[in-house]
């Protein structure tokens, strides 16, 4: 886990420079062309910036060591920065609207737009290949910060993509108010991104459980590995950022000692953390009459 910890805060840090690199790049290729369309592009670029920044603050806070105040730890703090980072996609979202609004009133025409498309494709090939490394170790290291900021530069990959192809179009029909009309949609697709992020985000903020998969490699090691318990119920999973928590019942013969029963618990908890990444076991040990026949059975 220190080791991951360390590479999803590499990743983070790395990602600021690299945003302010494609802004920079985004708002050259508007300034030669004067097209709204770009200008929306280089707008939210801004968030990218921004996003890259809380993300970076953000992992390095969810990585505290858990303390008198905070007992479970920080993890959570990851989701924050994914929602605030979705709060920001949508701002940018309505700058691009208003934009848009004066340009269909007053279209103007591209100028030198060979140059600020061949910039702008720069841009959106940097942020292509970053994204696609954020988002592998995002799954990797279970960073929903991570994951957000690699979602949300994917999604402006497709905006800017669909701009360059959009303003060729325009340019070759001879059709300046499909420059803000772009703009627009482009405004619409960073909303719907938005949306995305914040509402995964708020899922984990509420004790989202675990992935299905997951919850099912949770109870085939308890299956494999509680041998002398009567049975496991009442499993209750919940995910806060890259560790996963799991909580359940233990049912054992009355008369079973302590050291053994304990002996058990030892090894259930030691397969789980083995077997799935980030796992917090809590078990709670109870005598047969408890049993609800339920669960996962042992015996």
Request: net charge negative; glycine share 8%.
């Amino acid at each position: 886990m220190p080791h991951a910890s360390k590479t999803v805060r590499q990743l983070a840090f790395w990602s600021i420079p690299l945003a302010f690199g494609v802004m920079g790049l985004k708002f050259v290729a508007w300034h030669l062309t004067g097209s709204i369309a770009l200008y929306s592009d280089a707008l939210e670029s801004i968030v990218n910036v921004i996003a890259a920044l809380a993300a970076f603050f953000a992992i390095g806070y969810a990585q505290k060591p858990a303390d008198t105040d905070h007992p479970y730890g920080h993890h959570k703090a990851e989701y924050f920065s994914a929602v605030l980072e979705g709060v920001l996609i949508v701002v940018a979202a309505l700058l691009i609207v208003h934009e848009a609004a004066g340009g269909l009133l007053a279209p103007q025409r591209i100028e030198a737009p060979a140059l600020g498309l061949a910039v702008n494709a720069s841009a959106a090939l940097v942020n292509g290949i970053w994204a696609a490394v954020l988002l592998r170790f995002g799954r990797r290291h279970r960073s929903p910060a991570l994951q957000a900021d690699g979602h949300h530069i994917l999604s402006d990959v497709v905006t800017s993509v669909g701009v360059i192809l959009g303003l060729g179009l325009a340019l070759a029909l001879d059709q300046p108010r499909l420059d803000p009309l772009l703009a627009i949609i482009v405004a619409m697709n960073v909303l719907w991104q938005g949306w995305k992020v914040i509402s995964s985000s708020v899922n984990g903020l509420m004790d989202r459980a675990v992935d299905p998969a997951d919850e099912l490699r949770i109870q085939t090691i308890i299956k494999a590995e509680a041998q002398g318990a009567i049975e496991a119920h009442d499993i209750r999973t919940r995910m806060a950022g890259r560790v996963s928590f799991v909580e359940f019942h233990l049912v054992v013969d009355g008369n079973m000692s302590v050291e053994e029963s304990h002996r058990i618990c030892d090894r259930l908890e030691s397969a789980l953390r083995n077997g799935v990444e980030g796992i917090r076991v809590i078990i709670h040990v109870e005598p047969s009459h408890k049993a609800k026949d339920e669960g996962v059975l042992l015996t």
